[in-house]
């Protein structure tokens, strides 16, 4: 049976990546620092997962798993040298951390076996192989360094923080999403590509990058950012807002415009996309918060990140960001409640960014601060697309 080993056991680790693994007939070693959850899944080797929908939930059991503390640096380094995959899902934050047992882990492979490893980055950002990689390197020699394939993936699949009150019914139960589909990156891989239901191997990936966190996640960050400002507490009750579904769809719009153009793909596939994605937030059964999916702003804003790259694209395509605006000027009102400064001076800063796209969203960051309704910001959107745009004919 070929071995599957999972740094990271959390919400991601169990409520997707184990799912994939145990149910395509792997087993599955979790690496992870917390003694509790190891201890768990090593005495049961199973744990429940609830696939939840706005009707209710179907609970099926995860199986054939157990795990090793990730601080056990001998034993981790042993399970990653031995494994047929290994998998990354601990948060962005958090990579710098698993680096000396991957090199521990990868060194000793090359001694044993010499077989290549594959690492599927299952993190939410941009770059990862890159970020990994340069980490990677101060350690590794090239030709270890060179034995690595470094996988990034899209992680579509919403997993929401688990309710407390139901962790202390069982703490290792985990909820999600239908969703199970993980594409990832076909070229990147050194070793076999695992023959596994729901692996999407996809080239080029750059697309499928792009495509999550251009749409998906911004789609979800402004979502988030306009129902924290109108007092809703979850993702699914914000997106039942009419004026927020309405702003939310033109900004996926607008991305998936400039991702069709950018990478000729058809647009009939993107729209379809937004709709189910629009969807899916709206799924009671998840729970998620909007504070959860809101959080960090500045990373969310930052260049590269899912509003202003987002709005990069667009601009790029010689089109106007005015939806993807409105979430970029909620994130700054929000940001500007804990963080008091001059409105033009943070969104630059955080941003990296100016011009058209600075502009409209300070514009909008000032109407939301003045507690103007959703309907002026949709009509100031409306207004400024219909100065800024040729009459189509």
Sequence with gaps: ?????????GNIGRGFI???FSEGGWEVC??????????ALNLRREYPLEIVTSAGYDRRMIRNVRAVNGNDRENAAREIASADICVTCVGAKAIRFIIPNLCAGIRLRLVESGKPLDLLICENLMHADEYIRSLLEPELTPDELASVGLVETSVGRMVPVPDPELLKEDPL????????????????????????????????????????????NMGHALCAYLG????YTCISEAIGDPS??????????????????????????????????????????????????????????????????????????????????????????????????????????????????????????????????????????????????????
């Design 244 to 393: 927020i579904r309405t702003i939310v769809r033109e900004a996926m719009t607008e991305s998936a415009l400039a991702l069709s153009a950018k990478f000729g793909r058809p647009l009939s596939d993107l729209m379809a996309h937004t709709s189910d994605l629009i969807r899916r937030f709206g799924n009671t059964g998840l729970g998620d918060t909007c504070a959860r999916v809101g959080a960090d702003i500045p990373r969310k804003l930052a260049s590269s990140d899912r509003l202003t790259g987002a709005a990069g694209n667009v601009i790029g395509t010689g089109s106007h960001p005015a939806w993807i605006a409105v979430g970029a000027g909620a994130a700054l009102a929000l940001y500007l409640k804990e963080n008091p400064g001059d409105p033009d001076e943070t969104f630059r800063r955080l941003t990296d960014t100016d011009g058209e796209y600075a502009s409209l969203a300070l514009k909008y960051c000032e109407m939301l601060r003045e507690n103007r309704s959703l309907t002026d910001i949709i009509a100031e959107a409306d207004r400024y697309l219909t100065a800024n745009t040729p009459a189509i004919i």
């Design 228 to 231: 924290t400002l109108r007092g």
């Design 1 to 9: 049976m070929k071995k599957a080993v999972i740094i990271g056991a």
């Design 173 to 216: 139960l985990v909820r999600a999403e239908a969703y199970s589909v993980l594409p990832c990156d076909r070229d990147a891989f050194r070793g076999e590509i695992p023959d596994i239901p729901n692996l999407a191997p996809s080239a080029p990936f750059r697309y499928i990058i792009e495509r999550k966190l251009y749409i998906h």
């Design 30 to 39: 979790f690496l992870d620092v917390s003694e509790s959850v190891v201890n």
């Design 18 to 20: 184990g799912q994939i």
